[in-house]
T-cell receptor
Framework: QQQVKQSPQSLIVQKGGISIINCAYENTAFDYFPWYQQFPGKGPALLIAIRPDVSEKKEGRFTISFNKSAKQFSLHIMDSQPGDSATYFC????????????????FGQGTILTVHP | DAGVTQSPTHLIKTRGQQVTLRCSPI?????VSWYQQVLGQGPQFIFQYYEKEERGRGNFPDRFSARQFPNYSSELNVNALLLGDSALYLCASSFDRAMGTDTQYFGPGTRLTVL
C-alpha cells in the first residue's frame, strides 16, 4: 500500500520562478511531515519539516503548506535557483510506541526539479 | 562534527552471495534506521534500531537482518543476494524524541550492485 503519493514526477522551472511539489498521504496517524533534498550520489538532506498543528511553515525560500482535512501538503520554493536542481522527496512519519524517535519515514516517489538559468 | 558515515561506498557482488554494510551514526545519536533506495524511487524503510533493540521492520524478506552495537553503530546484512537487491542502501541516525528533535540525518549511502 503506497501511503504517500507525490507529484509531479519531474518539474522544469526558470530561474526566479516558483517550484511547487505536492504530496498526499493516507495514514491519518502520521504527525510529522519532512521534505528532503537529494543530489546525485548523496544521501537525502532535510530541508524543512512540519507538524499538523500548523498550516504553514517558512524557512528562507522554502515553505510547506499543510492541509490536514485534505491530507495533503506541498513544498513551495520561491525564487528558484539553478543550485536547487535536485530530487525532492516528501515523507511522513508517526511517533512509534515507546516514545522513540520518528525512525520510520514513508517517502513519496520523488520529484526531479530542474531550474534553468 | 562528523555526519553519518557508511562503508563501503560501493560494492559489487554476485547472486547468492552475502553482504554486510556498516553505519556509524552522528555522535550522541542512539537511533539508526536503514533504507533501500532503488534507482528512480524514494527510500524504502528496512529497519530501525534504538538502544541496540529492533524497533521497526519494513516489508523486506528474512534475508535482510541488522544489528546495533553498544557504540550505536550498526550493520545491515543481506544473504542470498538477488539482482533486485541492487540499490543504494542508506543509513540515518536521530536522537531520542525525548531530546526534542526528530530529524533523521542520512549518510551518503552504499551503492550495491548485484551481478
Amino acid at each position: 500500500q503506497q501511503q504517500v503519493k507525490q507529484s509531479p514526477q519531474s518539474l522544469i522551472v526558470q530561474k526566479g520562478g516558483i517550484s511547487i511539489i505536492n504530496c498526499a498521504y493516507e495514514n491519518t496517524a502520521f504527525d510529522y511531515f519532512p521534505w528532503y533534498q537529494q543530489f546525485p550520489g548523496k544521501g537525502p538532506a532535510l530541508l524543512i519539516a512540519i507538524r499538523p498543528d500548523v498550516s504553514e511553515k517558512k524557512e528562507g525560500r522554502f515553505t510547506i503548506s499543510f492541509n490536514k482535512s485534505a491530507k495533503q501538503f506541498s513544498l513551495h520554493i520561491m525564487d528558484s535557483q539553478p543550485g536547487d536542481s535536485a530530487t525532492y522527496f516528501c515523507a511522513a512519519s508517526r511517533q512509534e510506541a515507546g516514545g522513540t524517535s520518528y525512525g520510520k519515514l514513508t517517502f513519496g516517489q520523488g520529484t526531479i526539479l530542474t531550474v534553468h538559468p | 562534527d562528523a555526519g553519518v558515515t557508511q562503508s563501503p561506498t560501493h560494492l559489487i557482488k554476485t547472486r547468492g552471495q552475502q553482504v554486510t554494510l556498516r553505519c556509524s551514526p552522528i555522535s550522541g545519536h542512539k537511533s539508526v534506521s536503514w533504507y533501500q533506495q532503488v534507482l528512480g524511487q524514494g527510500p524504502q524503510f528496512i529497519f530501525q534500531y534504538y538502544e541496540k533493540e529492533e524497533r521497526g521492520r519494513g516489508n523486506f524478506p528474512d534475508r535482510f537482518s541488522a544489528r546495533q552495537f553498544p557504540n550505536y553503530s550498526s550493520e545491515l546484512n543481506v544473504n542470498a543476494l538477488l539482482l533486485g537487491d541492487s540499490a543504494l542502501y542508506l543509513c540515518a541516525s536521530s536522537f531520542d524524541r525525548a531530546m526534542g528533535t526528530d530529524t533523521q540525518y542520512f549518510g551518503p549511502g552504499t551503492r550495491l550492485t548485484v551481478l
